[in-house]
């Protein structure tokens, strides 16, 4: 019945509408919903899950309400603000404000210490980083093409990419034997397979710094990245939407300043896609944009972003910030401070319970080893995993499956989306978490030693009894030990 109801509805709908390569059936979004349903308060609900599947940025949110406070003008909705208002309310091209391209280009070269620059007309407006990825695969590649990606990746980036361009994902596969770099083999491996498989190739596209990894990518691996996109002549995207969250050394690398020095490369070859949501912590504000080498990506990205322009009170707005030096100079310096002193903090507590994280210098987020609390090193186990830590500890963190990680074990958890009283919740939970499971496996371990011996006491005895009861007691014999 169900299923013919959601076969007949189906039918009213576009194929795009009810096909499911949106990739939001996943654990990733599950446990947003089961936050959503049941969302932690200190006081009105402290049994509460934490979410911490949300890379968020709220660690430096006091400094830019105490901008906006000394700035009402820059609000066009104050007193001070509303001469401007008529002006802002109505149409403005594609192209976006001037004064707002000048600003982020002048603010991105900052983010790269100064060591690339952002030519504002190469600047495409999107809504977030999302929209910017979407836009530049919609003029990179045609439906059935593909993008190689290396895992573990964003989960919504089968959302992004992939699901209303019609555009394939192939993962390069990346491993924790080597801290899951990028390497010139996996690369070919990926690239060989898609060919056999019958696949165009279009790109690469890579989050530099990672999510989930929260690593950057080293001089090495960008300069051989450039030099096998050339020598296929296919597109490098990168998605450097977490660079000025790096908080400690080394210093984040820019793909726009690996291909300023290479003379070799094709430039028509190389985007860059960024947004405000991570850096400032302003996701809702949607400023993305796309920073093209290619001309014509540059004229048909602007065409395409009128579909997802920033609305140009955010751009008035976020110009205003972003040209005052002083306080970009002071918020960078400072979210950095605050996201190095919160990772320390975060890292520390769960290496005392034993929980291992990937060495990381960047990011909202830690990529944990739980490894050695899989009851079977299967996606299986991972999952089951996740289960009780969502249900029973109620903390919502991300499986590594939900990231196209390879390796069961491995889980992305968020550190900055919260107050310190909630991270501290959530260590204590955490915490008695392991500790009884660590309980739980010696009991199963010493368990599983008296059953051995019991098992071969029953088959000894196996000719002397009738089978039916030979069979009722292991059946019984596993009830009790639950094995
Ligand atoms: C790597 C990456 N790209 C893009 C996005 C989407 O960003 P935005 O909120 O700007 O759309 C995210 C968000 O988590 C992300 O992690």
Partial sequence: MALARDARRHSLLSKLATNDSHGENSPYFDGWKAYDNNPYHPITNPEGVIQMGLAENQLCSDLIE???????????????GVSEFKDIALYQDYHGLPAFRNAMAKYMRKVTGGRA????????????????????????????????????????????LRWRTGVQLVPVVCESSNDFKITRFALEEAYDKAQEDNI?????????????????????????????????????????IY?????????????????????????????????LSKDLGLPGFRVGIVYSYNDNVV?????????????????????????????????????????????????????????????SNAGLFCWMDLRPLLDNASHEGETALWRTIINEVKLNVSPGSS????????????????????????????????????????SRRSRSSLRLPMCHLIRMLGPLIPLFVMRLLEAILAMVMHI
């Fill in 117 to 160: 620059r952002f030519d504002p007309d190469r600047i495409v407006m999107s809504g977030g980083a999302t929209g910017a990825n979407e836009l530049i695969a919609f003029c990179l590649a045609d439906p059935g093409d593909a993008f190689l990606i290396p895992t573990p990746y964003y989960p919504a980036f089968d959302r992004d």
């Fill in 299 to 359: 004229s048909c990205g602007r065409r395409m972003s009128s579909f997802g322009l920033v609305s140009t009170q955010t751009q008035y707005l976020i110009t205003a910030m972003l040209s005052d030096d002083e306080f970009v100079d002071n918020f960078v310096e400072e979210s950095g401070r605050r996201l190095a002193s919160r990772h320390k903090v975060f890292t520390q507590e769960l290496a005392q319970v034993g929980i291992s994280c990937l060495n």
């Fill in 243 to 275: 660079a000025a969250t790096v908080f400690k050394q080394p210093d984040f690398i820019s793909i726009s300043e690996i291909v300023k020095d290479d003379t070799n490369c094709n430039l028509d070859l190389i985007h860059v896609v960024y947004s």
């Fill in 200 to 240: 165009k190739v279009k790109g690469v596209i890579i989050a530099n710094p990672s999510n989930p990894l929260g690593t950057i990518l080293d001089r090495e691996t960008l300069t051989s990245l450039v030099s096998f996109i050339n020598e296929k002549n296919i597109h490098l995207v990168c998605d450097e």
């Fill in 66 to 80: 105490d901008w906006v406070k000394r700035n009402p003008k820059a609000s066009i909705c104050t007193v001070e």
């Fill in 403 to 442: 990231f196209h990680c390879p390796e069961p074990g491995w889980f992305r958890v968020c550190f900055a989306n919260m107050d310190e009283n909630t991270m501290n919740e959530a260590l204590q939970r955490i915490r008695t978490f392991v500790s009884k499971s660590k309980k739980s496996a010696k």
